[in-house]
């Protein structure tokens, strides 16, 4: 158990709907880190959060959205879901914003988009 | 712009022989190299890493993996594999100057004969 929690574990929806992924960092990790993992573009970075502000951003969608709160949880917001976008998502915190800090990585978000 | 190789896309081992999952990076710098190994259903989970100093660096449940500035790789290695190894096993690439995202490789799934 890294820690690291994601909620929903499942997702099914239906093309054209929104959705909202939820992450709770480890305690005292400042960074959130998302990632989608797809069969065809295997693990690719998402968007990176550091104590509420956006650090950078990597292959991320217009369609997609996502902000770190106070409490530091985080969430990602997809909408107009294609069928594409059926995916794992993986939530990772860190203590600190560099590179050379581990990212610990939560069991995902299932997302299947019918 | 930073990008990660793993060629095997499969490979089998008995158990109790040995192991070794091949990773070739481009980057320009010097960046932060880790393995991270996924089971089924399950999250990733940081094997080893490396960011300076001794280029052989050893981790948990047996693994090691060797830094060759000259070969561009970070290859992972164990003496002796168990049939719990088996999982897929991503080698990633980190630096500070693309936004301490992680770029991965598309993954090693190893399967492990009894």
């Known amino acids: 158990d890294s820690g690291v929690t994601q909620t929903p574990k499942h997702l099914i929806t239906a093309t054209g709907q929104r959705v909202t992924l939820r992450c709770s960092p480890r305690s005292g990790d400042l960074s959130v880190y998302w990632y989608q993992q797809s069969l065809d573009q295997g693990l690719q970075f998402l968007i990176h959060y550091y104590n509420g502000e956006e650090r950078a951003k990597g292959n991320i969608l217009e369609r997609f959205s996502a902000q770190q709160f106070p409490d530091l949880h985080s969430e990602l917001n997809l909408s107009s879901l294609e069928l594409g976008d059926s995916a794992l998502y993986f939530c990772?915190?860190?203590?600190?914003?560099?590179?050379?800090?581990?990212?610990?990585f939560g069991p995902g978000t299932r997302l299947t988009v019918l | 712009a930073q990008s990660v190789t793993q060629p095997d896309i499969h490979i089998t081992v008995s158990e109790g022989a040995s192991l070794e999952l091949r990773c070739n990076y481009s980057?320009?710098?010097?960046?932060?190299l880790f393995w991270y190994v996924q089971s089924p259903g399950q999250g990733l989970q940081l094997l080893l890493k490396y960011f300076s100093g001794d280029t052989l660096v050893q981790g948990i449940k047996g693994f090691e993996a060797e830094f060759k500035r000259s070969q561009s790789s970070f290859n992972l290695r164990k003496p002796s594999v168990h049939w719990s190894d088996a999982a897929e096993y991503f080698c990633a690439v980190g630096s500070m100057e693309y936004g301490n995202k992680l770029v991965f490789g598309a993954g090693t799934i190893l399967r492990v004969k009894s």
């Open positions: 990772a915190s860190s203590i600190q914003s560099g590179a050379h800090n581990e990212q610990f």
């Open positions: 980057y320009g710098a010097t960046p932060y």
